[in-house]
Nanobody, 126 residues
Framework: EVQLVESGGGSVQAGGSLTLSCAAS????????MGWFRQAPGQEREGVAI???????SYAESVKGRFTITRNNDKNTLYLQMNSLKPEDTAMYYC????????????????????WGHGTQVTVSS
């Protein structure tokens, strides 16, 4: 059974940093497309960053240069390092997996990611 468990969220002031983790079980994330997504109240879920099976990464324009997605294959864990946080980064953050590293992976298409965690809340105050 595939399981994804996010952690590391919290409350920070603008300009601060957080690192989110997503522990995976039931599959080896090293060969999957793994993504971070977020959803603010009243808004649609949106893609933040992905890392493909072979290691290439893609980011939403709004987080480029501030967020970094990585993974530790030995720990089967995905990470999102978030720096220079802004109030508009406030949201519930989710990790998700897609078997294929393809157009839908790189384009952060929400509906094409199969399994999701329950999320971790990030709140950035001004």
């Amino acid at each position: 059974e595939v399981q994804l468990v996010e952690s590391g969220g919290g409350s920070v002031q603008a300009g601060g940093s957080l690192t989110l983790s997503c522990a995976a079980s039931g599959f080896s994330l090293s060969s999957y497309c793994m993504g971070w997504f977020r959803q603010a109240p009243g808004q649609e879920r949106e893609g933040v960053a992905i890392i493909e099976g072979h290691g290439s990464t893609s980011y939403a324009e709004s987080v480029k240069g501030r967020f970094t997605i990585t993974r530790n294959n030995d720990k089967n864990t995905l990470y999102l390092q978030m720096n220079s946080l802004k109030p508009e980064d406030t949201a519930m953050y989710y990790c998700a997996e897609r078997y294929y590293s393809d157009f839908y992976c790189r384009s952060l298409v929400v509906r094409h990611f199969a399994d999701w965690g329950h999320g971790t809340q990030v709140t950035v105050s001004s």
